[in-house]
């Protein structure tokens, strides 16, 4: 009897063993696809003695066209602009906002949040970096427990600010005319 139950767990063994093999082998034959053959290349014929001096005219007009670039998102400079931060954050993160003032380079703010942080929290924290990164030339002003109020002083120039990052959850951060 038992000599009957070893066999029978290795009959139902090797039966499982064949299925699962059979079923990891069966995809990945099914998905190999004999590799496309190219079709050969068709080639121009050959520049009569009249066709020449076309034929290179025609060569440095195409390489010296411009090669047209992709253009993102147009930057919006303002004289006034507002952040409103909105939320609470789920988990450790970070915002990271960029400034470029006009004609400048661009200036790069990032503040350090951690999880559970309030809205209030939050707007403080990225006021106090917008207050460190644009010094004395930019008045930045908290004007509420959501929002940042970011003014240019006397010739200075208008500045434009983009979300570069935001790498925190339940936090939403808004940018506009102030």
Not at 103 to 120: F, L
């Amino acid at each position: 009897m038992r000599i009957q139950k070893n066999t029978d767990f290795l009959a139902v063994l090797l039966m499982s063993i064949v299925v699962v093999g059979f079923t990891l082998v069966t995809p990945v034959q099914a998905q190999e696809e004999p590799t496309p053959v190219p079709e050969p290349a068709q080639e121009e014929p050959a520049a009569t003695a009249e066709e020449p001096a076309a034929a290179t005219a025609a060569e440095p007009a195409a390489a010296s066209e411009p090669v047209a670039k992709e253009k993102g998102v147009p930057k919006v400079f303002r004289e006034k602009t507002l952040v409103t931060t909105n939320g609470r954050a789920e988990m450790n993160g970070y915002i990271e906002l960029v400034v470029t003032p006009n004609g400048e380079d661009p200036i790069r703010v990032r503040a350090n949040i951690v999880a559970k942080t309030k809205t209030k929290k939050i707007t403080k924290a990225l006021f106090d970096e917008f207050n460190f990164a644009l010094g004395d030339r930019y008045k930045v002003k908290q004007t509420g427990d959501r929002t940042i109020r970011i003014t240019a002083k006397k010739k200075m120039p208008p500045v434009a600010i983009e979300l570069k990052t935001q790498n925190l959850a339940g936090v939403s951060v808004m940018i506009g005319q102030g």
